[in-house]
């Protein structure tokens, strides 16, 4: 189902924001060189884009003509490449260029912005005079050239998207068909999704920087149904990250394609738990969902700015024991919220959120940096060029704690374990978050004993940190290909968290009486 | 405009048919956006943006892809399809991959659609800064309001279609959009936050500013005191703006691809009593005005009124013609237009006076089905039903299910039908849901 942009603005619950795992993707991907520039190019980045630090810096000027704090132009390159296998042939393909330039004006608390996808002199001076239009000052000097800063290392490929051929990549998609289908005898169907792409980013700034990165990116997905009787049962796995061709080992293309069969087989005996509220374990890894939800997303700046957060007012404040601690992180190589710069060309670091249980920090962008008298924390980023940068995560996790796995379990009664998810929502205001629990386990008497399946978890963000009262030494980021959504944009994200028990959240299941 | 897309989706299919295309298919397309965002007595973003694409499928020695662009400089573009026509004959054959048949194309409705409005054009900055003014200043009067944000979204979008076999056609269109969220101080560090918007093709049409704010602010103070709700089996009636969600998940996989791929609680259900008989659903694409009406589809069919479920039995399914190849299923189409449920007779009230007790849902957190299998399991907020009125707001709480099981225990349609959307579905009650809070 597609929400069309104009009921998607309807439909937009207040201050909410969704993470999902889709089984379907949109494209990633690559092919052919682009613009060649006839002006005297200065640095390969601007040679892709055709301009050069003439032409950049008089499009920053009219940009910036009417005043400004802050100003970037964000030009941008990505060519995403996908193929889907369906009943045992690849024969779909999609390959696409996005390319354009974000003019972004920003004059204390108001942004004005425009872009244009015809990189052409005539059309970014109109862009760029339509942008300035927020502001009403005098005009600001504008630099005359940009200083290049270095390019990141977090995400460097030896061979780029654009030089693998599809006659490389049939032989991974049949592969994984074909390890699924050995598996197990009961399963009927198998479908795998590739994709790859290609982004490069250029961005120049009013204060005379000018930031380029390559940001490569790709995920294999394998959705797997299988047929008991009348009985059908579907489950999926995929793998993503800022990696090249040579990350699709067999090995951990086979790791994948296991979990998607034993997903799909466990879903034959599982059942759904009783209703209602009970402790909760959190299996290391995927279950960093909670993070990202419970309280990431409550730490962006913005919503602090405006208070409509409900951690508005709680920086320094106990929130949890002093074994949680909770980091955001873009500098964690090739992950797929890995960035070098973030999207307004600031250093991409690392932010504790949490810190032995003590609020620290909020996620910030260059307009809430400033509101607050901070440095940015490098979390400005934004879909594309046709969107203004806001404050985001990038891989969120939670450090080790001092319990184990083995101990956790042991503390809990009744309660389930959640190993696998598909997609979770927040309520910035309330607090309130959800997350879709696609398989776990029930936990009786210090065992964990029958499967469960398909329950939706909610609990309150503050409540929840509160209720952490175990975690354990085992710290593992998710490889999933997760994707974060904030008012209507969609950005890669990673996740991560050792085993940890809630010791109450309300579980969605069946009224037993 | 028109005129301009159209040559420019017939030269990209020129390109691929040079580039040793069998056949091909395009869409060009270009839209103007205009967002203003106003929060708190001030103007805090203006957005204005013009943007382009081309899309090309490709159809050579038995395969198929599909491509899409922003950049349309002529000498590029030519690569690009180049490349496009390369790409796809390094796939692997596949004998149901064929552009639509052209009878599909017959019979193309000729009625106005009513989708275009010359007035969106010209609305000015002072008109979208004085609305935002009128939102701002209805939506912040209240004590307890911590911040208010209005917004108008407005523009137009256009298109042009062409196939090698013979297709032309064009999609027209503009929108106002306006409304505002609202965020309250509640108790302790917690924050009450809703709001409303409303939109339409025709600026005319759209209820005025004052009205669309005091509907968000009312909204956000109906979330105050919002407590966790019980752990309960009863009714659950669920409002027109929220049943949108719950119906699209229920049509989710109503497609031939998804039955061809042995993910869909449909595929054998054509014919059968499948749901409660009060349920009806039909696809209208000629509805005038409508947030989903167009007059064919993304392959070019000929839009037509298609029932889905008639008093329970299931008549349709969406098909393309790709899956309807592979799966035997005759093509109707492969994607909604407008989705409607036939109304009832009984307002909110009415409604609300027959289940007596009960839970009303007004929005959802997350959640998710298996379309498979048809589970589900939805965060929700609203408020209990208590003696035939709307009683305590209650959050916190998720509805678990079987999406398949839930449609047949619908007891009651209203007459309520939410008309912001494409799916057009008044209040619902179901009976027998189960709940999980404290």
Redesign the interface.
């Known amino acids: ?2 929400i ?1 942009r ?2 998607f ?8 924001a ?1 993470l999902t795992m889709p089984a379907f993707l949109q494209g990633c991907g690559v ?2 060189a ?2 060649v520039s006839s002006a005297t190019p200065e640095n390969p980045f601007m040679t892709w884009f055709g301009v050069d630090q003439a032409t950049t810096a008089r499009v920053m000027s009219e940009l910036t003509a009417s005043g400004a704090d802050t100003a970037d132009l964000y030009f941008q390159h990505t060519r995403s ?1 996908s ?1 889907t296998l ?2 045992g ?12 330039v974000g003019l972004r004006v920003v004059v204390g ?10 990189l052409t002199m005539p059309s970014m001076l109109a862009a760029a005079r ?2 300035s ?2 502001a009403s000052g005098s005009g600001e000097v504008a630099p005359q050239s940009f200083n290049p800063l270095g390019a990141g290392n977090l995400y460097q490929t030896s061979v780029p998207w654009s030089d693998v ?3 490389q990549k ?1 032989p991974v998609l049949k592969f994984v068909e074909e390890k699924a289908k050995s598996m197990d005898p009961s399963i ?2 198998v ?1 795998v999704y590739w994709a790859d792409a290609d982004e490069r980013v250029m961005i120049a700034t009013l204060d005379g920087h000018l930031v380029t990165d390559h940001r490569p990116m790709t995920r294999v997905t394998v ?1 797997v ?1 299988a ?1 008991k009787g009348d009985e ?3 489950g999926y796995s995929n793998i993503a990250a800022r990696e090249e061709f040579g990350w699709y080992t067999e090995e951990r293309l086979t790791t994948m394609v296991k979990e998607a069969v034993d997903r799909t087989m466990i ?1 034959f005996e599982a059942r ?1 738990p009783p ?3 009970m402790p909760v374990i959190l299996a290391s890894g995927a279950s960093g969902i909670l993070l990202h939800e419970a309280i990431g997303h409550g730490m962006e700046a913005d919503f602090n700015r ?9 920086i320094g404040k106990k929130v949890a024991e002093p074994f949680v601690t909770v980091v955001d992180q873009a500098t964690i190589p090739r992950e797929r919220g890995a960035l070098n710069y973030d999207d307004e060309g600031n250093k991409a670091g690392r932010t504790v959120m949490v810190e032995n249980g003590i609020l620290k920090s909020y996620l910030h962008d260059k307009i809430s940096a400033k509101q607050y008298g901070l440095q940015p924390t490098g979390s400005g980023r934004r879909q594309s060029y ?1 969107y ?1 940068p806001m404050p985001r995560m990038s891989c969120t996790f939670m450090e080790d704690g001092p319990h184990t796995k083995d101990e956790i379990i042991a503390a809990v009664d009744h309660g389930i374990i959640c190993e696998t998810y ?4 927040v ?10 629990v696609k398989n776990g386990w029930l936990v009786e008497n210090g065992k964990v004993t029958a499967p469960i ?8 963000g ?1 409540e929840s940190l509160k209720r952490i009262t175990m975690v354990a030494n085992d710290a593992r980021l998710d490889t999933g290909g997760w994707t974060c959504g904030k008012n209507g944009q969609s950005v890669p994200v990673s996740q991560g968290i050792p085993t940890v028990l809630v010791s109450k959240m ?6 037993v ?1 | 405009m028109s005129a301009d897309l159209q040559n420019r989706a017939v030269q990209a299919i020129e390109l691929a048919k040079g580039a040793g295309a069998a056949e091909a298919w395009a869409t060009a397309s270009q839209g103007r956006n205009v967002e203003f965002e106003y ?1 708190d007595g ?12 081309l899309n090309i499928n490709v159809y050579a020695g038995g ?11 002529p000498e ?1 573009l030519k ?2 399809v180049a ?2 026509v390369a ?2 004959r ?5 004998e ?2 064929l552009i639509t048949p052209a009878e599909l194309f017959n019979g193309r409705p000729t009625v106005d659609l009513d989708l275009v409005d010359a007035a969106v054009a010209g609305i000015t ?1 002072e008109q979208r800064l004085a609305w935002c003014e009128e939102l701002d200043k209805v939506a912040t009067a209240h004590e307890r309001v ?2 208010a ?1 209005a ?1 108008i ?1 407005d523009g137009t979008s256009n298109s042009a279609s062409a196939s090698s076999n013979g297709f032309t056609g064009t999609h027209a269109e503009t ?1 106002c ?1 306006y ?1 505002t ?3 309250l101080m ?1 108790q302790g ?7 409303y ?3 339409g093709q025709h600026v005319a049409s759209l209820p005025a500013a004052t009205g669309v704010a005091q509907t968000g602010l009312e909204r ?1 103070l109906n ?1 105050l005191g ?1 407590e ?1 709700g019980p ?3 009863t009714s659950m009636i669920v409002d027109a ?1 929220a049943a ?2 719950l119906v ?1 998940r229920l ?2 996989p109503a497609n031939a691809r998804r039955v061809h ?3 869909s609680f449909w ?1 054998d259900l054509v014919g059968k009593q499948a749901f409660s008989e009060k349920l009806t659903i039909s696809d209208d694409p000629l509805i005038p005005r409508g ?1 989903g009406s167009r007059l064919f589809d993304g392959e070019g069919i000929s839009a037509k009124y298609l029932p889905i479920v008639e008093n329970g039995v299931v008549r349709n399914l969406y098909v393309d013609t790709y899956h309807g190849r ?1 799966a035997g299923m005759a093509p109707t189409t492969g ?2 237009s407008n989705r409607v449920i036939a109304p009832g007779k009984l307002s909110l009230d009415g409604l609300l006076k027959e289940v007596g007790n009960g839970v009303y849902v007004t ?1 959802w ?9 048809g ?5 929700l ?1 609203g408020h209990m039903i208590e003696n035939g009125e709307i009683g305590r707001p209650v ?6 299910g079987n999406l398949r099981d839930l449609f047949s225990q619908l007891e009651l349609v209203g007459s309520d039908v939410y008309q ?3 799916t057009l579905t008044p209040s619902l009650v179901f009976g027998g849901v ?5």
């Open positions: 189902m597609t069309k104009r009921e603005l309807g439909h937009m619950a207040a201050g909410s969704i092919q052919t682009t613009a490449n193929l369906e009943d042939i690849v024969s779909a393909a999609n390959s696409s260029i996005e390319q354009g608390e108001q942004t004005g912005y425009a872009f244009t996808e015809d339509t942008a239009a927020i051929g599809i006659d049939l009927d169907k479908a959705v149904t047929r059908l049962q579907t879903q759904r209703a209602g509220e405006k208070g409509t957060s409900i951690y508005s007012d709680m046709k203004s598909t997609n979770g929502q309520q910035i205001g309330a607090g309130d978050y959800t997350f879709y399946k398909d329950v939706n978890i909610i609990g309150n503050p309300t579980v969605g299941g069946e009224n009486s | 929060r001030a103007l805090e973003k203006v957005k204005d943006t013009t943007s382009r694409s395969r198929y892809s599909s491509h899409q662009t922003t950049d349309l400089n590029r690569g690009f490349e496009a790409i796809t390094a796939l692997e054959p596949d149901h991959r900055r911590i911040s944000t917004g979204y929108y959009w409304g969220n609202i965020t509640d560090d917690k924050r009450a936050s809703d709001g918007y409303v939109g956000a979330r919002t966790k752990t309960i089996k703006q949108g969600s699209g049509l989710g791929q042995g993910q595929a947030f592979k994607s909604a929005s957190l997350g959640g998710n089905a298996d379309q498979t299998t589970d589900f399991s939805l965060g907020r959050g916190e709480m998720n509805v678990t912001y959307s494409s189960d709940f999980s809070g404290a």
